[in-house]
């Protein structure tokens, strides 16, 4: 928000999952501040869905070149927010046990730009 950058980098064990019926979950816990929030990403098909678990909870859906509205249940109530992906890629390889997700998108609530994020993640075995 107005220009001001902040990055985190998290380096967490977790597990890459594959169900029989072809959904594909990663799935850690995010250690940050004296709290694990436990979080998982749904790699199906085109889109993503990022759930983290916690005192704020958070689903978020990037279709790419796509606005998804999402509620963000916060302590005080829930706010609706609007998602815009701009960028999302993803590449598995079960074979190599590796992979690589990066998504850039902007969250807006009743209009106004709350601001614009990047996902980048990681992942081998």
């Known amino acids: ?3 001001d950058t902040e990055k985190f980098a998290f380096h967490e064990p977790g597990r890459l999952i594959r169900l029989g019926g072809g959904q594909t979950y990663l799935r850690y816990l995010e250690h ?3 709290q694990e929030t436990p979080v998982q990403f749904r ?5 993503v869905q990022l759930d983290r678990r916690g005192p704020k909870e958070t689903r978020l859906q990037f ?3 796509q606005e998804t509205i999402t509620r963000y249940q916060t302590e005080y109530g829930v706010i609706h927010l609007a998602v815009t992906t701009f960028e999302l890629t993803k590449e598995i390889n079960f074979e190599e046990r590796w992979g690589r997700l ?3 998108y902007q969250l807006k609530n009743a209009g106004q730009v709350l601001g614009t994020y990047r996902i980048q993640l990681q992942f081998q075995a």
């Open 32 to 34: 940050q501040a004296g």
């Open 102 to 104: 990066t998504t850039k």
């Open 1 to 3: 928000m107005n220009g």
């Open 63 to 65: 279709q790419e070149d």
């Open 43 to 47: 790699l199906d098909g085109k889109g």
